[in-house]
């Protein structure tokens, strides 16, 4: 099994490097997410999440369901609408307050939720089902923090970000911007570096961001991300926008690390 996994990595090593856009933060980012969520974990949980990954780091899996995502099913606690299973969703959506809420048929958030509960009770589930759960949590809880994973009541998203905006001469989709252009034009090195840069909170201020439930921290997101979609259309960004939004981008990684830990924590 262990072989089976490894080798799978490396396929998704190839695909990533092969893939220009993915479905949320580019796989730096992701990984940079777990990354700080290792090095916060007790030894208790990091033992019992590298077992459900065979031995494998948190940052390994860290964009398994950007690039598997035909594969990526998972059966409802419940039938709604008459299904079953369904693709797992990288959004979620807020109310006119900019409160998240539960959406069951396309909400990030409430997956996570679902996979967290289902996760506490593993001793219930096989082998497939207890690392589909986990994989989940690792990756949706980055995709939640992404900026232009939020879907506005006022629609101002446009469906993700789903417009073409100008930056340097050239168009280019806002999702994309958000992606991984914000960090990548502004912040050189590895996932080390990238997840070095983004923490800088203060313990008091991480103890903050962790409170509450996952729906408080999608509240969160909306609420210091909503002014990504000031932009319209076919506007121009400035050519210093990537450094402007850099400590945005920043913050999102870190929260969503010290979050991811804080998640496995209560699990484990």
């Known amino acids: 099994m262990k072989k089976i996994i490894i080798s799978a990595l490396c396929v998704l090593t190839v695909l990533a490097a092969s893939c220009i856009d993915s479905a949320a933060w580019g796989k730096r980012e992701h990984a940079a997410i777990a990354y700080i969520a290792e090095q916060n974990l007790s030894p208790k949980a990091r033992k019992a999440a590298e077992e459900i990954l065979h031995g494998e780091k948190l940052s390994s899996y860290a964009s398994w369901l950007d690039y598997y995502k035909p594969q990526m099913l998972m059966k409802l606690t419940k039938p709604q ?12 959506h807020v109310d006119s307050s900019l409160c998240a809420y539960r959406y069951p048929e396309h909400s990030c958030v409430t997956v996570l939720e679902e996979s967290v509960e289902k996760l506490k009770h593993r001793k219930e589930l096989d082998d497939s089902t207890t690392l589909q759960c986990l994989l989940n949590i690792i990756h949706l809880t980055g995709d939640m923090h992404c900026p232009c994973h939020v879907i506005y009541a006022d629609k101002r998203d446009r469906h993700i970000g789903g417009f073409d905006v100008i930056y340097r001469g050239e168009k280019v989709r806002l999702h ?35 409170k509450g439930s996952l729906y408080d921290w999608g509240s969160d997101t909306a609420q210091s991300s909503c002014q990504v979609f000031e932009v319209q259309k076919g506007d121009e960004l400035p050519n210093t926008y990537m450094y402007d939004y850099s400590r945005l981008a920043l913050r999102q990684i870190e929260k969503a690390g010290y979050r991811l830990a804080a998640l496995l924590e209560s699990i484990f």
């Open 176 to 210: 994309k911007v958000w992606d991984s252009m914000v960090t990548n034009e502004t912040l050189a090195g590895g996932v080390e570096d990238l997840a070095y840069w983004a923490m800088t909170s203060t313990r008091k201020e991480v103890k903050e961001y962790t």
């Open 81 to 92: 609408n008459g299904k079953m299973w369904r693709t797992i969703p990288h959004t979620f």
